[in-house]
T-cell receptor, first 114, second 113 residues
């Protein structure tokens, strides 16, 4: 009965470096979401995976951002050539996949780009 | 595109005061509505949800919310807040065929003992 697990919990990186963030969803959850929360702001949708369907990438802010998910398991969010404006908490959530299924969130990864 | 507005950025109340946090959304069709809460140091968790039926929904910890379709609103209420209700509250909407939730910017509630 573990919840959504994200790693690392904190990441400090230098501008220009690549980072990879990991999300382990709840077992059996077919849907997986990535959101970004900048300081003092709401949650910004990034990308959505549903089973084996093509992901909804409409929220990715630039081509430096990409995400992968194999089947209904782990997902990784990669940010290439990080910029200071990428500093935020990156939240992963999973759900059973129907439109009205509540999201279960992880604790997030706090990314700081120096 | 759907959007969600939470008008109060920070609300400060004394214990036992009544609470109402505003939430308005922009979408003319069928919507699913949610309130999530994030207690200090914890992850976001579901407080309550509305899909259909009775527009007054009850959630955990004595919270309730009323869906008023004509006003595109889904305000969160609690008759008497406690210090332990100090948290950030997010309203979210899932509209039409969209699968992702659109979140408001959040309201930080501080309850003074």
């Amino acid at each position: 009965g573990a919840g959504v697990s994200q790693s690392p919990s904190n990441k400090v990186t230098e501008k220009g470096k690549d980072v990879e963030l990991r999300c382990d969803p709840i077992s059996g959850h077919t849907a997986l979401y990535w959101y970004r929360q900048r300081l003092g702001q709401g949650l910004e949708f990034l990308i959505y995976f549903q089973g084996n369907s093509a992901p909804d990438k409409s929220g990715l802010p630039s081509d430096r951002f990409s995400a992968e998910r194999t089947g209904e398991s782990v997902s990784t969010l990669t940010i290439q050539r990080t910029q200071q404006e990428d500093s935020a908490v990156y939240l992963c959530a999973s759900s059973l996949g129907s439109g009205n299924s509540p999201l279960h969130f992880g604790n997030g990864t706090r990314l700081t780009v120096t | 595109a759907q959007s969600v507005s939470q008008h109060n950025h920070h609300v400060i109340l004394s214990e036992a005061a009544s609470l109402e946090l505003g939430c308005n959304y922009s979408y003319g069709g069928t919507v699913n509505l949610f309130w999530y809460v994030q207690y200090p140091g914890q992850h976001l968790q579901l407080l309550l949800k509305y899909f259909s039926g009775d527009p007054l929904v009850k959630g955990i910890k004595g919270f309730e919310a009323e869906f008023i379709k004509s006003k595109f609103s889904f305000n969160l209420r609690k008759p008497s807040v406690q210090w332990s209700d100090t948290a950030e509250y997010f309203c979210a909407v899932n509209a039409g065929s969209a699968r992702q939730l659109t979140f408001g910017s959040g309201t930080q509630l501080t309850v003074l003992p």
